[in-house]
């Protein structure tokens, strides 16, 4: 079964924050629902709160287990 991870995308058996299949562990962030430009109800954000206990994914930094290349010098 895949599960959607909002912000982020899919893993194949529904993990979060786990190393993917390069080693690399998603930052988490906490979940935000200004971060998303819909409405939410009240329960949708219940089910959510729910889902993603440790956070969603921060693309606003590299994975985890991520090292950026160094030119060639």
């Known amino acids: 079964m895949r599960r959607a991870v909002p912000g982020g995308g ?14 690399l562990k998603c930052r988490l962030k906490p979940l935000d629902f200004r971060d998303y430009p819909v409405t939410f109800t009240a329960a949708d954000r219940d089910r959510l709160r729910a889902a993603f206990l440790g956070g969603v994914r921060d693309y606003s930094h590299p994975d985890i287990g991520h090292h950026a290349r160094s030119a060639p010098g």
């Open 10 to 23: 899919r893993h194949p058996d529904g993990r979060r924050g786990e190393p993917g299949p390069r080693g």
